[in-house]
């Protein structure tokens, strides 16, 4: 399940304390992803959140010139990491934000797993021995793509691996009694006045070789040479762009180069700006990228929601859509929902035009900021109609907390909860959970933690532009 697998590599990331590992999303990408597996990248189209890792099927070998130097062997260190966490809650009348009813719930869970990895790391004589190696001289197509779309690529140079299959087991217990029917999560309803106790377990097995968690640097190409950079806040190109001095009839390219006297200041699109602390900037994005669906044909409307909606749960074929819309002309062929919506883009004449492609593409990359968890809860929500409560919902954490990077407790407004009844409100909680905020269903009390931010923005994003298709 994606639940146990995400969590358990969270768990584990953080267990070990560094930083630089970035977590895998999703079982597919564990597969995919190895040491010297390339990653791209491209650039998000806001300024509140980042885009997340795609993972190439190709390595850093398929790109350069064959060399008989042997790489010096890879250092394996073994780590085990056990975890088990339980917890307990007594949930009464306020689960429901304030309704009168008698619902008294008990519930216990248990998740734990026991997993035996081995952090693999690239020795820095194998990186310098690569470096030496020329780019081939035919470019693969691949690359072509990335130069021609100003995609950044990545080489993973350290990964955490399974040495054994594990297994991932969640238990859950509920004891619920009431006089009033209430779903109090998606496992147990309660009506009349009777009783329900339920157990559900779940186990999960891991296979050997797996990559939980990976470091990565970002790939610079220079002709046919390149260099490996570490990655920094301010990333740079990883095909950089010449400068260039004209004149009425000539264009001169300008190596940049230590002496040299003359200066050249970057276009203004390439300025990057400081990170942002302002809410009303986000929320301008957001209102802007909405306001695009007032030129949407009911048709691509009606299309692009349930389409969206059949897709979530699928991360490849949301990543699949997403790589045919950015293509230019508009090209290519899809099967499924994502088929289904790009055959209602190319039947709009005007769709190049209207902005239909660039908003489609903007909601994309918020849902693909979220994790898989939330991605099914997000479904959940669309089906229950609750999208412009958890919207109203998020906005509220997000406009007094946006400036703070410190932890600082807040509380809910009864009168947001409200509306979110029963399984609406674990389904909220759930969201706000995985974005990184302790959710309690009998408290409204919480702690804004940084971390939280993006996704937050992201699911505020999402929200936003999925209730304006819904409402359109």
């Known amino acids: 399940m994606p639940s146990m697998f995400e969590s358990a590599v969270k768990k584990l990331v953080k267990e070990i304390g560094d930083k630089e590992f970035r977590p895998v999303i999703g079982i597919t990408n564990a597969d995919t992803i190895r040491r ?34 042997i790489p010096v062997a890879a250092v394996e260190t073994p780590y085990t990491f056990h975890y088990t966490e339980s917890w307990k809650q007594h949930t009464g009348a306020s689960v429901n934000a304030g309704a009168d009813v008698s619902v008294s719930a008990k519930t216990s869970s248990c998740q734990g797993s026991s997993i035996s990895c081995m952090i693999v790391s690239t020795p820095p004589e194998t990186l310098i021995d690569l470096q030496k190696r020329k780019v081939v001289d035919s470019e693969p197509p691949f690359l072509k793509q990335c130069r021609r779309t100003g995609t950044n690529l990545y080489v993973v140079t350290e990964v955490i691996e399974l040495r054994d299959s594990c297994v991932m087991e969640d238990c859950s217990t509920v004891n619920i009694s009431g006089t009033l029917s209430l779903l109090v999560n998606a496992f147990a309803k309660v009506g009349g006045g009777g009783r329900v106790h339920q157990v559900s377990k779940r186990k999960h097995t891991v296979p050997k070789g797996l990559v939980m968690a990976y470091k990565r640097k970002q790939l610079v190409f220079k002709g046919n040479s390149w260099e490996i950079v570490e990655v920094s806040d301010v990333e740079e190109e990883t095909f950089p762009v010449e400068m260039q001095y004209q004149t009425r009839s000539l264009t001169i390219s300008i190596p940049l180069v230590p002496g040299n006297t003359v200066c050249f200041i970057e276009p203004i699109q390439r300025i990057q700006e400081p990170p942002l602390t302002d809410f009303k900037r986000l929320q301008q994005e957001v209102s802007r990228e909405v306001s695009a669906v007032d030129q949407f044909s009911k048709d691509i409307e ?40 790009l055959n209602e883009l190319q039947k709009d004449s005007s769709y190049a035009y209207n902005g239909s492609q660039h908003l489609i593409l903007y909601l994309l990359e918020a849902i693909m900021a979220l994790s898989d968890i939330q991605h099914c809860l997000l479904a959940q929500s669309m089906e229950k109609k609750i999208l412009s409560q958890q919207r109203d919902l998020v906005r509220s954490i997000l406009e007094p907390n946006f400036k703070y990077p410190w932890s600082i407790p807040f509380t809910l407004k009864p009168e947001l909860l409200a509306p979110l009844q029963g399984e609406g409100l674990a389904i909220t909680y759930g969201l706000l959970e995985e974005c990184g905020l302790k959710m309690e269903l009998q ?30």
């Open 36 to 69: 010297f597996s390339l990653i791209r990248r491209k650039k998000s189209f806001s300024l509140f959140w980042t885009v997340s890792d795609v993972p190439l099927r190709y390595t850093l070998k398929d790109v350069l010139e064959p060399s008989v130097i």
């Open 302 to 341: 009606d299309v692009v929601f349930s389409n969206i909606l059949a897709m979530l749960g699928n991360r490849e074929a949301l990543q699949d859509l997403m790589d045919t819309l950015e293509q230019e002309p508009l090209q290519g062929h899809l099967d499924g929902p994502g088929g289904t919506i």
């Open 443 to 472: 408290s409204p009390r919480s702690t804004w933690d940084l971390g939280a931010k993006k996704p937050l923005s992201a699911l505020y994003g999402a929200l936003s532009v999925l209730q304006r298709l819904a409402e359109a």
